[in-house]
């Protein structure tokens, strides 16, 4: 037993939890990266549907771990460097005879209320909408191609300079608002034919905003609002984890619907996709209960297991596009042709070279 002022202090109950890897505060996120999310990238290329979400109490390192300084070159967040080596791995497809296309969209969840970071009027409330074949998805979200890493660079400091942001007494720079990054990737044979393999796959990178106590924010009006309504998105979630990761609640109902951030989330929780949690937390003393209350987020989440499965479509080509097809056959051709004589004209030079001989 030790006191403080007279009062007597137990010791805090031993408390254990179970993750997949441990990082200290030196390790640089590219470690991380590269030991734990490395192989999304394959994934995403043959698929499947993945989501990294950065969970925390606010100040903790979260949109650090995901954007890393974007302003200063690009930064080094979990962000650029998944999209780098996915623009890498578009050209060893492409090598293979693979066409690849990659489409961004941007948005936040800010008290309650879906905006596109994006868009040229962030003002308006998007709807969710729930499709039994599209799964979850926004209506007017913007969306945006993408052919080089800097272009998603430019997109993400435009969108971030229309984010929910504002200076607290537990963090300068807080995150007012839940971010959600949604990259879809394309992938389909250039060799065109009447029925296509199109395999389509999407990326969700979330940066949620971090979860705080009133009594040490000592926020007031709308601070205090706003952290109302993060507490609330959060323990939805909360809800929604802890509900999917107890096998003996199997088949029970999941409060999706208690929040936006957990209905736009639905399919990453329990759907089809593979889902990783990045959980930060703070060495601070005073973060105890906060930092307890992430290690169980992250210890119920671990626990989720689903059954995934691949992304793939067949298309059959429309009818106006039989010309392109017919063309890109002809071409085709063509080129075998080429190559053809090519090897002929050199079995004829080998041919004389030995008959001289």
């Known amino acids: 037993m030790s006191t403080i002022k007279g009062k007597e202090l137990r010791p805090r109950e031993e408390r254990s939890y179970v993750f997949n890897d441990i990082f200290d505060e030196s390790v640089s996120t590219v470690e991380i990266y590269k030991k734990v999310l490395t192989p999304a990238v394959s994934h995403i290329m043959d698929g499947y549907n993945s989501t990294v979400l950065a969970y925390g109490m606010t100040g903790a390192g979260k949109t650090y771990t995901m954007f890393g300084d974007i302003y200063e070159s690009g930064g080094v967040g979990v962000v650029t460097l998944m999209v780098k080596d996915l623009f890498e791995a578009f050209a060893k497809e492409e090598q293979d005879g693979y066409k690849c296309q990659m489409k961004f969209s941007y948005l936040e969840i800010y008290n309650e209320q879906v905006k596109d970071l994006l868009a040229q009027q962030t003002n308006e409330n998007l709807m969710i909408i729930e499709d039994p074949v599209k799964g979850v998805y926004i ?8 052919d080089q890493c800097e272009d998603i660079i430019n997109l993400i400091i435009k969108g971030n300079s229309k984010r929910a942001m504002a ?3 537990s963090n300068q720079f807080s995150s007012r608002s839940h971010a959600i990054l949604q990259i879809t990737v394309e992938k389909r044979q250039r060799a065109r034919d009447i029925v296509e ?3 389509q796959s999407k990326l969700c990178l979330v940066d949620l905003a971090g979860s705080e106590r009133a009594a040490v924010s000592e926020n007031r009006g709308l601070r205090q609002m706003e952290g109302a309504n993060i507490n609330r998105s959060l323990l939805a979630l909360g809800n929604c984890i802890n509900v999917l990761s107890d096998p003996n609640t199997k088949g029970a109902f999941v409060p999706y619907r208690d929040s ?3 209905r736009l989330l639905k399919d990453s929780l329990g759907g089809n996709t593979k889902t990783v949690m ?7 003393y005073m973060a105890y209960e906060e930092t307890v209350n992430t290690l169980k987020y992250a210890s119920n989440a671990r626990r989720i ?7 793939m479509n067949e298309v059959e080509v429309h009818i106006s596009e039989y010309r392109d097809i017919i063309n890109s056959l002809k071409s085709e051709i063509d080129i075998l042709k080429k190559q053809l004589q090519d090897s002929k004209r050199e079995l004829l030079k080998s041919m004389k070279v030995n008959f001289s001989r």
């Open 260 to 262: 936006k951030l957990t």
């Open 278 to 284: 990045i959980a930060c937390i703070s060495p601070f």
């Open 139 to 146: 209506p007017n979200l913007s969306s945006h191609n993408i």
């Open 197 to 199: 393999s199109v395999i």
């Open 305 to 311: 297991k689903r059954k995934i499965v691949k992304n």
């Open 167 to 169: 200076s607290t007494n």
